[in-house]
């Protein structure tokens, strides 16, 4: 008997129905639930199939005491200084797992880029730009959907950037 999907996943498959998402061979965006749970990008690309880099990581950032959602290629890490410079900020830090809860209504390693319980500014990392296919995370860390670079950038209306 299965159980009934844990109630961020529903939200994200909610948010994903109400924007009409679609994955890369334009059917509707569905969550998938894996057999594990997939903390890193790494695992979660072993898992899928899929290049690391196809994985879009959804990080969030402390940025002078407001939330930053950063949706960066699994292939490299955020430049936190280049990044602060560039969006003219004091201190951006990565956010403590309270922060990350309060803001966005997940854990860490399952903060799906949206279906939050208010808008957060978002950047959308140039570099998933390359892959024809992108992977999301579905509000738990079990949960990813298909998505597209474009699709990533309409869904959180986030604004392309180079991260690393």
Excluded at 3 to 8: R, T
Excluded at 121 to 131: F, G, I, S
Aim: charged share 20%; proline share 7%.
């Amino acid at each position: 008997m299965q159980s009934e999907p844990h109630p961020n996943v529903r939200a994200v498959q909610r948010a994903l129905d109400e924007a009409g998402a679609r994955d890369f061979s334009g059917h509707a965006s569905a969550v998938r639930l894996l057999p594990e749970a997939v903390h890193t990008a790494a695992a979660a690309a072993a898992a899928l199939g899929v290049d690391v880099g196809a994985i879009a990581n959804s990080l969030i950032f402390d940025a002078d005491d407001a939330p930053l959602l950063v949706l960066t290629s699994g292939a490299h890490r955020v430049d936190t200084a280049g990044l602060a410079a560039t969006l003219g900020v004091a201190h951006l830090r990565r956010a403590s797992p309270d922060f990350v809860r309060r803001h966005t209504g997940q854990v860490i390693g399952g903060v799906a880029p949206l279906g939050h319980p208010g808008p957060l500014r978002t950047l959308v990392d140039t570099a998933l730009k390359k892959y024809d296919e992108v992977w999301a995370a579905g509000g738990v860390p079990q949960a990813v959907f298909p998505t597209t670079y474009p699709e990533l950038l309409r869904l959180t209306g986030g604004d392309p950037a180079e991260v690393a």
